[in-house]
């Protein structure tokens, strides 16, 4: 069965960092593209970051540029989402999803709440 | 960045109509186009992509058409288990975005 499985989501404060990851079975990582969605509870999804099959090339959206990096550990199977200088809009659930056009797995996701 | 916009942006139908949700895009995406299903407290679903291919496991009620700016998904015959929130979105150029969702709720 194809399964990904977040993890890391939490507690912080304004400024904090996170380390989100997102643990694959049932697919190599090393052959597809994946990416991090976030969703505010009770609103829409926003595309947050995308990577390629080796990992060379990586897409933000502008409001995550500069203070999240995707990376992935092909031969740990992961998918990594460091977040730096994080702010209270950056609460949402993140999901780890598999797909470079359609977005066909996606995990249930990890809780990241930034407040004091 | 490319806007995409749903409309309506709730739909109440009862069980066994049909119902059609648009989504439009800010600039021409040609067929890049995806659309998803939510329901309350899961991960969304992808249903079709390329505008109107629909993945093998999704029942073929469900319908996708449309290119460059106009795009619309029809769901024929509604079941129960249809009722959810209905994303669009482009990846037609970076950075992805989604439409803000169509709820299909129960009438």
């Known amino acids: 069965e194809v399964q990904l499985v977040e993890s890391g989501g939490g507690l912080v404060q304004p400024g904090g960092s996170l380390r989100l990851s997102c643990a694959a079975s049932?697919?190599?990582?090393?052959?597809?593209?994946m990416c991090w969605v976030r969703q505010v509870p009770g609103k829409g999804l926003e595309w947050v970051a995308n990577?390629?099959?080796?990992?060379?090339?990586?897409y933000y959206v502008d409001s995550a540029r500069g203070r999240f990096t995707i990376s992935k550990d092909n031969a740990k199977n992961s998918l990594y989402l460091q977040m730096n200088s994080l702010r209270a809009d950056d609460t949402a659930v993140y999901f780890c999803?598999?797909?470079?056009?359609?977005?066909?797995?996606w995990g249930q996701g990890t809780t990241v709440t930034v407040s004091s | 960045e490319i806007v995409m916009t749903q409309s309506p942006g709730t739909l109440s139908v009862s069980r066994g109509e049909g119902v059609t949700l648009s989504c439009r895009a800010s600039?021409?995406?040609?067929?890049?186009l995806a659309w998803y299903q939510q329901k309350p407290g899961q991960a969304p679903r992808l249903l079709i992509y390329?505008?109107?291919t629909r993945l093998t496991v999704v029942p073929a009620r469900f319908s996708g058409s449309g290119s460059g700016t106009e795009f619309t998904l029809t769901i024929n015959s509604l079941q129960s288990e249809d009722f959810a929130v209905y994303y669009c979105?482009?990846?037609?150029?970076?950075?992805?975005?989604f439409g803000q969702g169509t709820k299909v709720e129960f009438k």
């Open positions: 999803v598999r797909g470079h056009k359609g977005l066909e797995i």
């Open positions: 049932g697919l190599a990582l090393s052959t597809f593209w």
């Open positions: 990577i390629n099959r080796d990992g060379s090339e990586t």
């Open positions: 600039q021409t995406i040609g067929n890049n």
């Open positions: 390329d505008a109107a």
């Open positions: 979105q482009q990846y037609n150029d970076w950075p992805r975005t």
